[in-house]
């Protein structure tokens, strides 16, 4: 059935798909824009491709199988059983520079505002109620956002790691579109941005490995393992990244959405060592094994970053995947004391300085749905976290085959990885199954 369902929206005709359209789908990169993205030696065959071979999803797993996993999972714990304890951020506990000269906050999900060597930079702002092209429909906050985006004061830089509706949010954008933020944006995203009302001027697409000097900044878009869509057809002309910011005296990487690859070290080779990382670490699953990390595979990947602090995010606000709402934290506690790796987990909207984390505070734990009976809610035997990353990939390294035209592959796929569990993502943040957010496809 959910076959049929998608097969309907990919065949649906051009007045159906106009009528269906909303302004939140974006638009194609034309132009200019299409240009740099046609040209991009990793745009091949009408499509970006991943660093390594990658499936969204794992098509072993067959829409029964995701049905079964998805009707199998404890409901009761994939949100907090009571308020979550958000720190309620105030304009003036951001009045004054950081004493070192880096301040992060974590205000939700992959919404971080870094303020690095004078310069504020807001990673993927989402702050509207819903991650969906519709407001009555789709994933819906668990929490609150700690502070109005009125009351965030200026953004110098806005940086979006994809435009999945977890990441990339239409009215925040327009909102921020009023302010004098530059946006830098992965190749094609640019085009959404402008079709909501962002001046080109102030919009920055960049190729991996591209980099651009804003406000005092060095920013590189660097590889990420994940994929791109926000309609019910996705095209494979948008690419997605992750990010590293270079000030004058501090560094910083952002994760985005990313399976495991050797790219991280890589990365942590040419920019490293960062005084901070902003690593995925919720919304994983066994049924997308390859597009985001579980918690274990963050810690691994910080490793091979050089990082120095680690801040958990992707987790505890919406909810994107059959795991317990708490068990990316319990995780990632467990696998970064087993592997010395500094870990920041503050209370969403609770600002702290890198170079003197506060001390980790297990707050999740008074308002998560435990057991009965339980006293932790990690599992008590936790992969370990390998001193080589060769385990965590399955597949040879080469580019992937085109997204847009993915084939299922004969057999149930390898995870390479730890053990996970997982089912389809419930909400339907994109009309078609499939899709962002839809039923069977991570954000």
Not at 50 to 76: C, F, K, S
Not at 186 to 213: M, N, Q, T
Not at 303 to 314: A, E, S
Request: proline share 12%; hydrophobic share 40%.
């Amino acid at each position: 059935m959910l076959r049929d369902v998608k097969r309907s929206y990919r065949t649906l005709p051009r007045e159906s798909w106009h009528r269906l359209r909303t302004d939140a789908f974006g638009a194609d990169p034309r132009g200019h824009r299409w240009q740099k993205v046609s040209n991009s030696p990793h745009f091949v065959d009408g499509s970006f491709r991943n660093p390594v071979t990658t499936r969204p999803l794992a098509y072993g797993h067959t829409p029964l199988a995701l049905m079964r996993t998805r009707l199998g999972a404890d409901g009761g714990r994939r949100s907090p059983a009571a308020a979550v304890p958000v720190h309620r951020l105030l304009p003036a506990e951001l009045s004054a520079p950081p004493e070192s000269g880096l301040r992060l906050t974590w205000l939700g999900h992959a919404t971080v505002l870094a303020e690095l060597d004078g310069v504020r930079v807001l990673f993927d702002p989402v702050w509207s109620e819903r991650v969906s092209p519709f407001d009555w429909i789709g994933p819906k906050r668990l929490h609150p956002v700690p502070l109005p985006l009125a009351e965030l004061g200026p953004v110098d830089v806005v940086v979006i790691s994809h435009d999945h509706y977890d990441h990339l949010d239409m009215d925040t954008v327009r909102t921020l579109a009023a302010g004098d933020a530059v946006f830098a944006v992965p190749l094609g995203i640019g085009a959404h941005l402008e079709h909501w009302g962002v001046e080109p001027y102030r919009i920055v697409d960049l190729d991996w490995w591209e980099s651009v000097e804003l406000d005092g900044l060095k920013l590189t878009a660097t590889p990420a393992r994940h994929y791109c869509s926000r309609g019910p057809r996705p095209t494979g002309k948008f690419l997605w990244a992750s990010w590293v910011v270079e000030g004058k005296r501090h560094r910083l990487f952002h994760s985005g959405d990313t399976g495991w690859f050797p790219g991280f070290a890589d990365i942590g080779r040419r920019f490293g060592p960062f005084d901070a990382t902003m690593m995925q670490v919720g919304a994983y699953s066994e049924h997308w094994p390859e597009v985001h990390l579980t918690p274990e595979e963050a810690v691994q990947a910080h490793r091979d970053l050089g990082g120095k602090v680690m801040l958990p995010m992707h987790w505890g606000t919406f909810d994107l995947a059959p795991h317990p709402w708490e068990e990316p934290a319990e995780r990632t506690v467990a696998a970064a004391s087993a592997a010395g790796v500094t870990l920041a987990v503050p209370r969403p909207g609770k600002p702290f300085e890198p170079a003197d984390p506060p001390p980790a505070k297990l707050w999740w734990r008074a308002v998560a749905a435990t057991p009965s009976g339980a006293d932790l809610l990690a599992p008590d035997a936790l992969p370990a976290v390998p001193d080589s990353p060769a385990g965590l990939v399955a597949a040879t390294p080469r580019a992937d085959a085109s997204l847009a035209s993915a084939k299922p592959a004969a057999g149930p796929a390898s995870t390479g990885g730890p053990a996970r569990r997982g089912d389809p993502e419930t909400a339907a943040s994109e009309p078609s199954p499939g899709q962002d957010g839809g039923p069977g496809r991570p954000a």
